[in-house]
């Protein structure tokens, strides 16, 4: 009896292995190891330059393009014009830069989802990886959407929209690269919509009841989005709308389960206050 009880041991940190200044030194060589990724995607655009300008980047601007077969289009053949001398050269290097920086994404995101890893127990590592596999399947999704649903309707609008006959479109390459780039990233980057809301609802800021409350108001903001980043025209614009507005309903459905997970965690097996474990 008048043996002393053994003492329990504090809980080991795994952020306090390391010092603040290592801490900095690793985030430092990850951003640099993810940035290594994204030139290595340079690279390998630039090496596939011919392919990713004449029959991707390109492919929208030519009559032929399967997108317009597949849907019945009645498409024309853009008419492009480099109007600068060192046009082309910028265009070029600047476009593939684009390209390479897309290709490399995944790697960089994974170095940080790896500079985070060992503060994580097991289990959150799963979720964490299965969190960053997520991200790129949704970066990817907006990519390939805004490639093959975006750009054909919106290069298609502008190249037979006319104010009078007297007037022929005939569209600056540079104009043209520009709006493909910035149009496919706007999609990557609007399909993160579902990830944003997991992020939020994980640390307790987001509810699905305040994003149910104010759908009405996300939904006006959904075509103003589109608006922004679609031509004029009623169907590009549904065709960016419909899937913001889908998207933004299925983060009501993953700020439901993260909030109800979290409710758990914080008030145990029993649920929220006032209600008991069936």
């Avoid at 614009?237 to 993260?258: H, K, T």
Wanted: hydrophobic residues 50%.
């Amino acid at each position: 009896m008048d043996r002393e009880l053994p003492k329990a041991e504090s809980p080991r940190i795994n952020t306090d292995e390391m010092p603040f200044l290592d801490h900095l030194e690793e985030f430092r060589w990850r951003i640099i190891k993810g940035l290594i990724g994204v030139v290595i995607g340079m690279i390998t655009a630039f090496i596939f330059s011919n392919f990713i300008i004449e029959k991707v980047l390109l492919g929208p601007a030519y009559s032929d393009f399967f997108v317009y077969r597949l849907v019945g289009i009645e498409a024309v053949d853009l008419v492009l014009q480099n109007r600068r001398l060192p046009g082309q050269f910028f265009t070029y290097f600047g476009t593939l830069i684009v390209v390479g920086f897309i290709i490399g994404s995944p790697l960089f995101i994974y170095q940080i989802y790896a500079f985070i890893e060992p503060a994580l127990q097991t289990s959150e590592k799963k979720q964490t990886g299965f969190t960053v596999f997520f991200i790129i399947i949704l970066f990817l999704m907006g990519v390939a959407f805004g490639y093959l649903v975006l750009v054909p309707f919106a290069v298609q609008f502008f190249a037979t929209f006319q104010i009078s006959d007297a007037v022929r479109n005939d569209i600056d390459i540079n104009a043209y690269f520009s709006a493909v780039t910035t149009w496919v990233l706007a999609c990557g980057i609007i399909f993160q919509l579902p990830m944003i809301s997991y992020t939020l609802s994980k640390i307790g800021i987001l509810t699905p009841e305040f994003m149910i409350k104010y759908r009405r108001i996300a939904i006006v903001l959904c075509f103003v989005v589109s608006a922004f980043i679609t031509p004029p025209d009623p169907i590009s614009q549904m065709l960016i709308a419909i899937p913001l507005i889908l998207l933004y309903q299925f983060g009501i459905y993953i700020s439901r389960v993260v909030n109800r997970k979290r409710n758990r965690e914080i008030w145990g097996s029993e649920g929220a206050p006032g209600k008991t474990a069936e």
